[in-house]
Structure formats: C-alpha cells, structure tokens
C-alpha cells in the first residue's frame, strides 16, 4: 500500500510495504563465541578449530513459540531467519550437506520449528540466506575467507569447481522453498566484487571477490521464482529485484533508482547494538529512542525496519534484546497506527523541527511523532484549512488547535510559515516514549 507510485518489481509487495516492521534472527554456531558472526574470519580460524562449536551446539532453552510471541508483541509482522550464514552451517535439514543442525547434538530443525512457531503467531515468513559460505569444499578462497592467509588452503583452489557451489545453492534455495510451506521473503547475503576489504591476505588473491556471476544468480533467481514467483527477494545477489536493503543506516531521503530515478522498496536493516549474532561482551546498545526513531524515521521516507535480535546460545533473547523489544512493545501497542499502512507524508506537510510525520496510504490521516517534545504550541505551516480534528494517538485524547496566531506570536508570524496552524499541546509530556498526534485531514 502506498500513496506513492513506485519501481514496478516482479514479487508481490503490497503487503510488505503495508506492514513496515519485521524481526531479523541471526543465529548460528557463532551464537557459542558470542563474539560477531564474523568471528571465523575476523580471528582465521581454521575449519578444524571452528568445530567445537558444531560439536557443543545445544540450544537447550529454544523456544520458538516465545520467540514468535516477542516479535508479535513488539508490533513486528514478518520475521527473516538466517537458514545458513557465511560460516556455511545450516539450520535445516538439507539433504545435501552434513554441516547441519539436525547433527549438533540440538538434533532438531531449527528453521521448521521458527516456521511454525511464527506462523502460528500470524507473522510471515522470510529466509535469510548466505551467498559466501566458508565451509562449502568448492567455495574458493578470496579476500574475506577465513583461510585467506594459508597457502596450502589458497593452492586448493585450482581444484574446485564454483558452478557446484551454485549448484548447491540452488538445491538448498529448492529444499527451503518446498519443505517449509509457502515462504514470503528470499533475504541473500551478499556480493563483494573486487574483494575490497580491511583484511590481510595473500598477495595472490588481490581483487578476488564475487558476485553475481559466481552465484550464477540469474539462474538462482529463476529457481527461485519457477518454485515462488510472488516471492519477495533482495538486491544482494547483484541483480536488482524487489528489495533494496540499506545495512546499519539511518536513511533520510526515500531511495530511487539509479537510472529511472523511480522511487524503490526499500528496507533498513539494523541491530539492537552492532553485531548481528549474540555478542557478550558488546556495549553499543542502542538507546529506546534511538530504537523507535529508527523504525519511524523509516516509515516517515516510504520504508520498512527488519531490527535484528541475536539469541544466546542456549536459544533464548537476552535481558539486554528482551529489553529492546519491549521498547517496541509498549509503544507499539498505543502507537502502531503511525506505522501500519502508511508512507512518507505528502511533501507539502512540512515536519517541523524535532518531529517526523507520516501519513496513511489513504492519505486521509497524518502522524506527527513528537521527538523533541515542544513546549506548549505546536506551530504546522500549510494546514490551515485543512484539518478535521486532532488527537494525541495513545489516548485518544482530544489536541486543540487554532488558525490564528496566539496573541504571544503575533509579532512572529514572518518566521512562520505560510498557512500555519496553532495545535495547542499539553505542558508536560505524557508517559510515551514519542507520542504521537494523529491529524485527519479534511
Ligand atoms: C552483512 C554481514 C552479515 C549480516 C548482514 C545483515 O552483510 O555480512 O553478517 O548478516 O549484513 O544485513
């Protein structure tokens, strides 16, 4: 749903784009270092080492029911879990690899316990899925693998054959997409052609990255989309489809098309504090505000937010996630009519300072998030005329407002603005994070 035209895309997103909030999972045998996802490569460690954690891999806690009944309660709508991550370690059980789940000594299928737990709770279902994967035996070595310094693992590539890697990815990509019933979102990660990077490697496999030319990602996506053809899919392989997906930014400008300069679907991707997979000892944690103001301020310029929790490695979200999410919760459950179904405002409604405003599809309500809270006057240019009635959106309770200037302005009205409307805004601050003032428009 959306007020705006935007790039026509093959999958279907009219539901996506209506329901802005979802759940990332990062989880994985990196939940054990508990020390980023990358820890593999960060550190080199070798394919031998690494196996403690596939041999002590035991969720014990997991829950999936009470990781669906979090993400339904913090006002998310769809969740995207990583099925396998860059380490290659799978969270199903596929037939074409022993590097799985259903081998820990968990035993279980984590991706079809998430799959049930969360349709049960109403949510969609989206796959994460890695396109570099360091376990794979005919993945080669490039710039950012964990062998990247071995001489004796680099000389091994000469002998392996990349289109069975992309083979194999298009018998997982089929395995997820007709095991688990019907699937909604294709999240892969992702292209990194030249092989820039910050790390050390042997001189040999200077600008030796990959895209979509080693995915073979035309015949992925159309894997892909023979099996699902409304399937949502992202813009990581390197090919453009639906999703457009900014990581750990805060976006101020709707996104377009580099070409067409149409507007595009977009999604921000982000972290409660940094790392993706559960990370002990990280202390970035982002503050509540923080954490509202970034779905808002996704909403506010046409987007969605996919805020990511990393479960411990016994299987449940931390005090420090459950924490965060139950900042959404509690906003969400007085506020979600802000984010649900709606959009960008039209441009003609200017935001004033310290607040965000966004507007329903229908066009016939705006939300002003009151960021900063203002004292006392609230002054909105452009909508004399045209507003029906206001109201603080917790409580329904009614905002006035007048046309003409009060009498403490009157000597202001050259910094104002054309047409401004007066809403008259309680001295203190109710007991909401942001609160919000729903306007409906004549
Ligand atoms: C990055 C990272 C990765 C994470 C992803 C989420 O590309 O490689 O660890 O899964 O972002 O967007």
Known sequence: MSAYTVKKTPGDTAWFTHDRFGMFIHFGLYSLPARHEWVRTREEISEQDYRKYFDHFNPDLLDAGAWAKSAREAGMKYVVLTTKHHEGFCLFDSQYTDYKVTNTPYGKDIVREVVDAFRAEGLRIGFYYSLIDWHHPDFTVDTIHPDRNRPEKVAENKKKDPRRYAQYMRDQVTELLTNYGDIDILWFDFSYPGGKTRYQYLPELHGMGKGKDDWEAEELIATVRRLRPGIIINDRTEIEQDLVTPEQVQVTQWPTHPVTGEKVIWEACQTFSGSWGYHREETSWKSPEVLLRLLIQSVAHGGNLLMNVGPTARGIFDSRAEKALGVYRDWMKLN?????????????????????????????????????????????????????????????????????????????????????????????????????IEIFLK
Request: proline share 9%.
């Open 336 to 436: 979600s009519r802000s984010i649900y179904g709606c959009t960008m405002a039209d441009p003609a409604f200017s935001a004033p300072e310290g607040t965000l405003i966004t507007q329903s599809a229908d066009e016939s309500r705006l939300y002003l998030h009151l960021l900063q809270y203002p004292y006392k006057t609230l002054i909105l240019p452009g909508l004399a005329g045209k507003i029906a009635y206001a109201q603080f959106l917790h409580d329904a309770s009614e905002i006035r407002y007048q046309e003409e200037a009060p009498s403490a302005y009157h000597n202001l009205t050259d910094s104002i603005g054309e047409k401004p409307v007066f809403l008259s805004i309680p001295e203190h601050q109710p007991d909401i994070l942001i609160p919000v």
